[in-house]
């Protein structure tokens, strides 16, 4: 009998993109993050709560697997291969058997 683990679906999908991920501190900058950018979806505008939602916001799907331990927090930026950033807003984790298997953060492009 096989057990699923959902905890490496995402070493599966083509649509990954790399990221940088630094604290809201500057003190903790983890490289090579691997992530899904997505538009914002009602889904996300839900979860979001008080957070005003704009045309610029972006949704990233983040891995454990890939954090090296660095839980996303509101504040924190993303950085994706092109440059631009990223301040995260508000942050939701799926967890599967008590552990994370994915953080989807609502973020919103610096200009």
């Known amino acids: 009998m096989s057990i699923l683990d959902p905890t490496s ?18 003190a903790l900058t983890v490289y090579d993050v691997y992530g899904r950018k997505t538009a914002i979806s009602d889904r996300d505008i839900m ?3 008080q957070v005003a939602i704009g045309v610029d916001d972006a949704t990233f799907t983040l891995y454990p697997e890939t954090l090296e331990g ?5 504040r924190y930026v993303v950085t994706d291969s092109s440059g631009k950033a990223w ?10 058997g008590g ?3 994915s953080y989807r953060a609502i973020s919103r492009k610096q200009v």
């Open 99 to 101: 552990l994370p298997v």
């Open 70 to 74: 660095l839980i996303p927090q509101p």
């Open 9 to 26: 679906d995402y070493a599966i999908m083509d649509d990954l993109v790399r990221l940088t991920i630094t604290s809201d501190d500057g």
């Open 87 to 96: 301040t995260i807003l508000n942050v939701t984790v799926t967890s599967y």
């Open 47 to 49: 979860a979001a709560g």
